[in-house]
């Protein structure tokens, strides 16, 4: 399933838009205008840029810490985005939630969550769901390596499989925990045998290449819708920035590879092949470019112009009524 | 009226809701034969022995429109799961702002006293209060638990209950109709104006004995909060207003109980603490592991004497 | 690594001492004489015996939920065990723990457990020690097939596996973790396909058959003592009982299957063999089998005899001191 | 005295009964930098991200003759752990009848204050006090967390330290020389004749300065348990014989809480039940999940503000 240009265009504009909210968040976090936590997904955007053009907007994705960039790739308003991770009344989740917590259940985002592992079993619920459905529907979780070795990921990978649930497993793979190689924390060597053990099918892939990214997905989402079962992706990618923004603790990942990756940047690799083939003229990209500049200018205008919730919003939505 | 099991009560309220409702989906480790016969393999799961995950499951069918049914059966093997009830799916609803309604309920055994041994003998109530989000049942008898439960299975809320391992072979009457039970709404088990028993679980029952046998006596009022959250907080203070004396029998290990939670409420609130003759009393499991040889468990939990002997200790005045 | 005669009659001696131990508990549980839960090792005493026979005293074992087997291979008296089963103060516990937590550390019995799949981190904690200590001792742990599909079993091989732990992994398949079959709960299909997945080398044998149990183990413990790293026995067998011995549920089994695997005992299958081979007389035998049944009987009139602990005892070993 | 942070302290703690005891073992994910250098990648594990079988190993080691220390870093990561903290290592000694000793240190920080949201950012040390078997702590100083983590890596059981995750750069006077800390002990950060404030974690430094503030007005006496388990039930009763009057503060969320316990304690003593003079007052954190966004976050946690108020709302009489 080759991607033609028009989607092409789609792709790169969503891993665009991922990048330049995420920068704008890097330039805001030192400057010390946003609180808590944030996971920066700057380097891996070919990932949710590539799998969530397969999704519906019923499909259903689950996601990790590191969740901006699942957000708008399954299409997500970055107005609110933004003023959750300013902890605005306008975000998603009220203010509630922030960079760690945001979801949109209107798109079937069901949220980023602060616990490694933990969203792998709650994705095979959305599955099953899809499942019970019975319309074709699927869900997707993106985890990383690091989540690979919490029980839960294999208690995920069995209930998929023996249930044959509608689920695609996308792994991103940044080769690190914070600062523990995975090399070091795994003993498969291959994440992919882990799945394959449970008789789930995978794929490891260059998850830095949204092309390569896109057919794979393509063609695991269409053996997913027709009842196959679920799919194991591994993508192969890096991160940029240390684990969370503000992190003071080290990082520690060798010298001179974050520059390597830095040359396989997934954005920029996509906007010469543009180029290249003529899609797209530099003023075109110069253009989508600016677009998406002012898209992410006016939702940070948004969050910073939105008001605080009122102290005692605190008191509501613990419960549903 | 006729007369069912606790267990069977139960049974019932899944079993009416499961038939008026398609989105309802159980989930638990080995067969639940009649529901299963009834509502077929595709919504009643059997799991791997796999807590965390089918806990996680639930929650996420329950995150998209489904609303489903955890029978952990006992509360120890809860323990692998406590990352998804208590980070998820006490919390998502509040950290998504509300955009997630959470349906989830999760059933599980408590209690002691059938030298089940440390590990399955637990009464953890207490910690899930702690964590804001779930809504806490406690059933302790066959009308309760059905009507109670067939409020769970319509509230959009995660809600854990409570069972006494020991009570679901014992029978009660329960109306062939439907009904509901309100969540925070305690049941008065026996009137009485000199001291409130406040007596949760199993212990309902027991304190209940007690004081049928001081009757003549002291005039005991026995309250079964029957749901821990919400908690009647209104019968439980204006019970204690009138008698001016509590007694709170809990066979949960007594340090962080839902008891000294039941003291802390009474003695810290004004009027109440004003009326107070006495030191409020926890009649509670000792803080051990609860041990396996009969006669040390007996001599860890609580029963109808050490009720009886707390019933009486604070009829007297205090002493300094 | 072929038994020798001696060795022969030694393991049919340990599973004959098993299966008379866990008769007579059947008999009392029947008879309502003791309290608890108390699950029966009857049907897979070759497994505890044949591995066993290759531990020494200062390698450490982790049990289950089903432990009385391990207990006895691996050297404890049958008087304190009888003792702790009926709650007794001259048990191993002290009558604290009962059937499902008996444990004897002084021969390295870490202990029985009652939650399913927690005893394998616990035995990587074992095994490592042994690897601190650098004396060529190990670490055994016994699981069931339903312990499989929890994550620890997944932490633990990954554990294992990274540290090259001396530890031994011995599943000790029965098929059904109550009543749920194996083959429904878990996608591997094969078990062993798990630890293979996690470069952990993995052998499936008929768990029956104390003397193939007793080389694949003798083969796994000389490579683990060598430094090789983990190893994992897949043993096939059967469970006779009801998954507790006072179980009300029904047994949900498909009919005669435990008939058929009552035809494949381990006890009468090496009982024939020694009688065919001529390594034992039919005399020898049944001396043999008397001298366990005194055995049995004096542990039985110890418990009996022995008092219960006092009431106050509860309150010590809280904490040690 | 020289002054250090108090990670610092504490890891001066660790590298310490390092150097004496060959037998300690550390894990935890990611680098524990300055031990891995001392005491090499043997004793100084890495572990993959899996606290459950991480913890158990700990517990492993532990039953093998080792002394393990875990730090799980922020509790919330424990919560996945909870089975083997709660059914294993805190009850496996009692089960075995006394055979093993468990010394296992699990360290990991909690509280908010820091926009962590709700999974990042709790207190849940009640629950761990419902369990008996397991010592906790809770240093809020960086002399108290080096003396208590000395004491706990002599201790032959399990103990948790939990450690405020706002106090960890905070700076104190810590002597050059060893010391060691007893468990149980509490200290009076301040005396005072007019009213108890039992402060925990954190607290204890905001409840001070409310002590200050209202100096020369109402004179308050402020006790920092230091240990919850044990916990030092004199010193807290003594001071509210003193007194007559009790606020208990906790930035956890208040029911089921450890001021509830505390609360409980006092007033279910009845030397101290005749001698109270107003209600026992908790400020805690509200029952809801602690929320991101600064001005909620505000609006939930006990702050020197609300700590005033309380202690000035006991010093009237009760009300009824
Ligand atoms: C259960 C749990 N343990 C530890 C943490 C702390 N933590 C947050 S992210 C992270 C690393 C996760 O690595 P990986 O899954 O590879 O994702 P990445 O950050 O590389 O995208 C850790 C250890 C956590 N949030 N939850
Ligand atoms: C975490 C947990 N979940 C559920 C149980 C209840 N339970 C006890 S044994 C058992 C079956 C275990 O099956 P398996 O591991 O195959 O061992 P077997 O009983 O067959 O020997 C179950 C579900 C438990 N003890 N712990
Ligand atoms: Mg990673
Ligand atoms: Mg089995």
Redesign the pocket.
Known sequence: MQPDDKVLIELYTTMLTIRRFEERLVREVSAGNIPGFV?SYIG?EAIAAGVCRHLRRRDRIVS???GHGHCIAKGADLKRMMAEIYGKKTGYCKGKGGSMHIADFSVGMLGAD?????GLPISTGAAFAAQLEGKGDIAAVF??????N?GEFHEALNLAGIWKLPLLFVC???????N?P?AYAMAAGEISRIPKAHNIPARVIFGNDVEEVYRAAGAAVAGIRKGEGPFFLECRTY?WHK??LSQQLEDLRPAGELEEWKRKCPVAAMEKKLRNRGVLSPAKLRAIDEKIMRQVDAAHDFALSSPYPQPQDALHDVYSS | MRKITYDQAANEAIQEEFRKNPRCVHLSTDLAADLTEEFGTERVRVTPIAENSFVGTAIGLAGSGFRAVVNLRMATFGFVAL?QIMNHAAKLTYMFGGQAKLPVLIRMTVGAGFSGGAQHSISPYSMFMNVPGLKILLPTTPYDVKGLLKTALVDPNPVISFEPFLLGRSEGEVPEEEYFLPFGKAAVRKRGSDVTVVALGRMAHVALEAAVELEGKISTEVIDPRTLVPLDRQAILRSVRKTGRLVVVDEACRTCSAASEIVALASSDRTTFARLKAAPARVCGLDVPIPFSPPLEKYVLPDRAKIVKAIRAVMRRPSA
Chains 1, 3 share one sequence.
Do not use: P
């Not at chain 1, 991103?172 to 914070?178: I, K, L, R």
């Open positions: 996971h891996q990790h810490h590191r602060g616990i490694v592992g933990a985890f990383g390596d690091g989540a690979c919490e991103e793979n940044n080769q690190y925990g914070v523990t995975a991160r684990h969370f | 990352d």
